[in-house]
């Protein structure tokens, strides 16, 4: 990290405020090579953190915008280097000029993600708190923006945390007894041992049945809409939506494939899929939209079930609810509240609502049913939650190998055997927090963050 990095870190459209950011040893140098200011004192000899007013300039040296320069010296910023931004006006063309004027000054063009990975490799923040970043600016929902947020400000890394220093106690504690058998040192006992890893299989679980809660909060909660044809699908779909995503007729059978939109309702993220209406068919293309709705049931978290609230249950309304049966979460939507003959859901039914996609009525007891049924909990909110499949899969690896060690705890073998399987889980939670971990990893993570951040 010897070299100075710069990018725009605010996209490449047309907005009121566009920033250049720099990171690295010439930062603060590059930045008031390019950058006059209108007090006269140099960008170089300014306070940290405190706002100049100046101009930006070409690499002519003419100046191209008023702007706004700022500086913050190592250690004491996001990066851990010294730092500097640029704050000008958001057009393009600006910020393309005072790009090529700082590369005219020797600095290079960031990479996506760099500014963010030189402040994991200078110890600003630890790896599960830099995919928290990511995550905080593909945040769709409120929810997810506020597990992310609680991620940055460390809540899952002091979870994580306090799981490494309990199995680092007890590997400490062995090799104290081992190395120094003259000191008067409690003596490293099964029991011990035991409660210890006990502990650690407890706190791995709870961490580990996060992951699904998470993964449905980042990435959106799979919900297939599902019914016979003419249920009104897909004027469900669009009036969630807001505007005319399917078409809609009265011809049964309209629908012959899977229409996938994201949309957010009762404050959870969902991943909407519009199927075909569910029934036996000679149609061969028909036949080929019934089977792949199907498949969207089997994939499904949440089901939408789509009964005509002006005629009685059928046949295949029955065989559509029983093969929902084996979706976690499933609403009863009665469909077309607003037609003559429509008759409300029996009493009975506790997850049913009444609705109208024309109207819009009962919209607002369907964002509520959904709330219902994907609560949020506290460890949601305090960001406690594993949010993507690495995080799993390393933890997942912590766990058989803490239960490793119970088991072999349990057969009698000595603790110097128990502690190999105790150290393994302390590589897989050091792999969480980027303690342990290799550069090709660190490469894929870091890949998926914009440029200028």
């Known amino acids: 990290m010897r070299d100075t990095i710069a990018a725009v870190a605010t996209g490449g459209v047309r907005c009121a405020v566009g920033i250049l950011r720099l990171s690295g040893p010439e930062a603060i140098r590059a930045a008031g090579a390019v950058f006059r200011p209108m007090g006269g004192t140099p960008l170089a000899e300014c306070e940290d953190r405190r706002l100049v007013l100046g101009w930006l300039l070409d690499r002519e040296g003419r100046p191209v915008d008023q702007v706004l320069a700022t500086v913050s010296r190592a250690p004491h910023s996001y990066t851990g280097e010294?730092?500097?931004?640029?704050?000008?006006?958001?057009?393009?063309?600006?910020?393309?000029?005072?790009?090529?004027?700082?590369?005219?000054?020797?600095?290079?063009?960031?990479?996506?993600?760099?500014?963010?990975?030189?402040?994991?490799?200078?110890?600003?923040?630890?790896?599960?708190?830099?995919?928290?970043?990511?995550?905080?600016?593909?945040?769709?929902?409120?929810?997810?923006?506020?597990?992310?947020?609680?991620?940055?400000?460390?809540?899952?890394?002091?979870?994580?945390?306090?799981?490494?220093?309990?199995?680092?106690?007890?590997?400490?504690?062995?090799?104290?007894?081992?190395?120094?058998?003259?000191?008067?040192?409690?003596?490293?006992?099964?029991?011990?041992?035991?409660?210890?890893?006990?502990?650690?299989?407890r706190d791995l679980c709870s961490l580990l049945e996060s992951y699904q809660r998470g993964k449905l909060l980042v990435e959106g909660i799979p919900c297939a809409i599902v019914g016979r044809p003419n249920a009104g699908k897909s004027s469900l779909l669009n009036a969630l939506l807001g505007y005319e995503r399917a078409i809609v007729t009265d011809i049964p059978g309209t629908t012959r494939d899977t229409v996938e939109e994201k949309c957010t309702l009762g404050g959870r993220l969902l991943r909407l899929i519009d199927t075909a209406g569910i029934r036996e068919t000679g149609d061969a293309v028909e036949r080929l939209g019934v089977e792949r709705s199907r498949r969207a049931l089997e994939g499904a978290e949440l089901a939408l079930v789509l009964l005509d609230s002006t005629a009685p249950l059928g046949p295949e309304d029955a065989d559509i609810l029983d093969l929902a049966s084996a979706v976690p979460h499933v609403i009863r939507v009665y469909t077309k509240a607003d037609l003559p003959g429509s008759v409300p859901p029996p009493p009975e039914e506790e997850h049913a609502v009444l609705l109208s996609s024309r109207t819009g009525a009962g919209l607002s007891e369907l964002e509520a049913a959904i709330a219902a049924c994907f609560p949020a909990g506290a460890d949601q909110e305090r960001g406690e939650l594993l949010t993507n499949a690495r995080q799993a899969e390393a933890a997942?690896?912590?766990?058989?190998?803490?239960?490793?060690?119970?088991?072999?705890?349990?057969?009698?073998?000595?603790?110097d055997a128990v502690l190999v399987d105790v150290e393994g889980a302390m590589g897989a939670l050091g792999e969480l927090t980027g303690r342990n971990l290799r550069e090709d990893v660190t490469g894929r993570i870091f890949a998926r963050f914009c440029v200028g951040k």
């Open 396 to 415: 997942g690896r912590a766990l058989s190998a803490v239960r490793s060690a119970r088991e072999s705890l349990d057969m009698g073998m000595t603790p």
């Open 82 to 201: 010294d730092t500097a931004e640029l704050q000008c006006h958001g057009s393009p063309a600006v910020l393309a000029l005072g790009l090529e004027s700082l590369f005219a000054q020797g600095v290079r063009q960031a990479g996506p993600g760099e500014f963010t990975r030189r402040a994991f490799l200078k110890g600003k923040l630890d790896l599960m708190q830099a995919e928290a970043v990511a995550d905080l600016i593909d945040a769709e929902t409120q929810a997810a923006a506020r597990c992310a947020g609680g991620q940055l400000a460390g809540a899952l890394s002091r979870k994580v945390g306090a799981v490494y220093d309990a199995l680092v106690d007890v590997s400490a504690h062995f090799h104290a007894v081992l190395d120094y058998p003259d000191e008067d040192i409690d003596p490293f006992s099964a029991r011990t041992l035991d409660e210890a890893l006990s502990g650690a299989e």
